[in-house]
């Protein structure tokens, strides 16, 4: 139907154009989904607690893209120097390596080099060590339930 007009076409809408996502239409209520923009979100910077510290006081950088409203579930990207740190989860991450290398070393010794690419789940109740040999950039995604 090439001279149809909207109405005359049930699978589109007047109001869509498929060029625009629904949560950039004038008036439009909020999209289900949340997309991540180029903007980028306002960096946190800290170093670690001196009780943590096994060698080096990395400079460590949080940029939040997400926090959800009842504050246990965030997106973002961390970066960190080079350095080594006691870990104790109390919250399940999901990381993508963007940058860098790092080693995970659990409480048993058993150690993961991680690299570039490398996609993993750190679950809540581990314990261990992280250890930032070449400066290192993740994406994460982290729940942390309430008790």
Not at 121 to 135: H, K, L, M, S
Request: contains cysteine.
């Amino acid at each position: 139907m090439p001279d149809a007009t909207p109405d005359e076409r049930p699978d589109e809408r007047p109001d869509e154009r498929p060029d625009e996502r629904p949560d950039e239409r004038p008036g439009a209520s909020p999209a289900a989904l949340r997309l991540f923009t180029d903007k980028t979100p306002a960096v946190e910077e800290y170093h670690l607690a001196p009780e943590k510290l096994i060698s080096g006081n990395p400079l460590q950088q949080v940029w939040l893209d997400h926090t959800d409203a009842s504050g246990q579930f965030f997106a973002g990207t961390w970066r960190s120097e080079p350095g080594k740190w006691h870990i104790r989860y109390t919250e399940e991450e999901y990381c993508e390596l963007l940058e860098g290398h790092s080693v995970v070393t659990d409480s048993a010794g058993h150690a993961t080099t991680l690299r570039p690419g490398d996609r993993f789940v750190i679950p809540r109740g581990f314990v261990g060590t992280w250890e930032v040999v070449a400066t290192t950039t993740k994406r994460f995604v982290i729940f942390e339930a309430k008790d």
